[in-house]
């Protein structure tokens, strides 16, 4: 009987930090685009929570599914993606999670074969290691940006010379500061820096960027935000996302906004277009992705583990 191939095998620690709305949706994000990765790599994920993100009631209770921390601790897992989560605080240094999240910066540089980081995650780690401070932009850099790799590296190898990537953000990480204190960047777009890395004793990847996006993510996050202003919980209009709608939609949603400064009511929701948005990275994405499963299937020094529990699937 011909054994498994252990090589063939990884574990991903997923810690989900977004906010209780979105909870859900990332899960799905992330689980369907590893499974898109993963090929011939049998890949079983497992998802973590922080326990100092501030969560209400039904938040806590969705948490409460994943595993703590301490069980992250025990298991191990091979590649880890630590998500972003929407900031409270005018410096990450004084959000409430601060200090777990760079004790799991920690962890992951030395029980980890590779981890990725994403978001705000990106920048708190950053921050922490190298002092490198995101700075605030003028307006939501906000939509799909053509990306072309800049760098050799295992996880470049193969990329399209020109692909294209979700970006959502009100800040950036000044690519001199990045080189200077020995970040590599791997792709870049005029949005700017889009994912680098670093070697440690474990390989750190950056994404300011969503590869994990779906269609209608950016979509969705954009009628989130216009309700928000027409209800007066925001007094910013919302950024509309470049590269994404099509001319017909731009067209109906220019002249929704021109109605909102005149006439500001939630009643005018109702007339928000129904798009149809087009996935226009995907291939991309996956391509990056599955590079990191073979990065990881070929470094991990260790046998994958047998225990499965809750939260915990198999993705082949």
């Given at each position: 009987?011909?054994?498994?191939?252990?090589?063939?095998?990884?574990?991903?620690?997923?810690?989900?930090?977004?906010?209780?709305?979105?909870?859900?949706?990332t899960e799905r994000q992330f689980l369907s685009l590893v499974e898109?990765?993963?090929?011939?790599?049998?890949?079983?994920?497992?998802?973590?929570?922080?326990?100092?993100?501030?969560?209400?009631?039904?938040?806590?209770?969705?948490?409460?599914?994943?595993?703590?921390?301490?069980?992250?601790?025990?298991?191990?897992?091979?590649?880890?993606?630590?998500?972003?989560?929407?900031?409270?605080?005018?410096?990450?240094?004084?959000?409430?999670?601060?200090?777990?999240?760079?004790?799991?910066?920690?962890?992951?540089?030395?029980?980890?074969?590779?981890?990725?980081?994403?978001?705000?995650?990106?920048?708190?780690?950053?921050?922490?290691?190298?002092?490198?401070?995101?700075?605030?932009?003028?307006?939501?850099?906000?939509?799909?940006?053509?990306?072309?790799?800049?760098?050799?590296?295992?996880?470049?190898?193969?990329?399209?010379?020109?692909?294209?990537?979700?970006?959502?953000?009100?800040?950036?990480?000044?690519?001199?500061?990045?080189?200077?204190?020995?970040?590599?960047?791997?792709?870049?777009s005029s949005a700017g820096v889009d994912a680098f890395v670093k070697?440690?004793?474990?390989?750190?990847?950056?994404?300011?960027?969503?590869?994990?996006?779906?269609?209608?993510?950016?979509?969705?996050?954009?009628?989130?935000?216009?309700?928000?202003?027409?209800?007066?919980?925001?007094?910013?209009?919302?950024?509309?996302?470049?590269?994404?709608?099509?001319?017909?939609?731009?067209?109906?949603?220019?002249?929704?906004?021109?109605?909102?400064?005149?006439?500001?009511?939630?009643?005018?929701?109702?007339?928000?277009?129904?798009?149809?948005?087009?996935?226009?990275?995907?291939?991309?994405?996956?391509?990056?992705?599955?590079?990191?499963?073979?990065?990881?299937?070929?470094?991990?020094?260790?046998?994958?583990?047998?225990?499965?529990?809750?939260?915990?699937?198999?993705?082949?």
């Amino acid at each position: 009987m011909s054994m498994p191939d252990r090589n063939n095998n990884v574990a991903i620690g997923i810690v989900n930090n977004m906010p209780d709305s979105a909870l859900e949706a990332t899960e799905r994000q992330f689980l369907s685009l590893v499974e898109a990765a993963a090929g011939d790599i049998t890949v079983r994920v497992k998802f973590y929570a922080l326990p100092d993100v501030p969560r209400s009631d039904a938040g806590r209770l969705h948490a409460a599914s994943y595993s703590s921390m301490r069980d992250l601790l025990n298991d191990a897992p091979d590649g880890l993606i630590v998500t972003g989560t929407e900031p409270r605080a005018a410096d990450l240094m004084d959000e409430p999670y601060w200090n777990s999240l760079t004790r799991l910066v920690e962890w992951a540089d030395q029980n980890t074969t590779s981890a990725i980081w994403s978001c705000l995650a990106t920048h708190a780690a950053v921050l922490y290691m190298d002092g490198v401070r995101r700075q605030r932009l003028g307006e939501k850099r906000f939509g799909v940006f053509d990306c072309i790799p800049v760098a050799e590296h295992e996880l470049t190898v193969g990329l399209p010379l020109r692909f294209r990537m979700p970006h959502s953000r009100w800040n950036d990480l000044p690519e001199q500061q990045l080189t200077s204190t020995g970040y590599r960047i791997l792709t870049r777009s005029s949005a700017g820096v889009d994912a680098f890395v670093k070697q440690r004793k474990s390989l750190f990847v950056f994404f300011q960027g969503h590869p994990e996006y779906e269609s209608e993510t950016l979509l969705l996050e954009y009628r989130r935000d216009l309700k928000r202003f027409l209800t007066r919980e925001s007094e910013i209009y919302p950024t509309m996302p470049q590269g994404y709608f099509d001319d017909e939609t731009l067209t109906v949603l220019t002249a929704l906004r021109d109605r909102a400064f005149s006439y500001r009511c939630e009643s005018l929701m109702t007339d928000f277009p129904t798009v149809q948005a087009t996935n226009t990275w995907r291939r991309g994405a996956v391509h990056f992705y599955h590079h990191w499963l073979e990065y990881l299937a070929r470094h991990k020094d260790r046998e994958p583990q047998a225990h499965v529990e809750a939260k915990q699937l198999t993705i082949r």
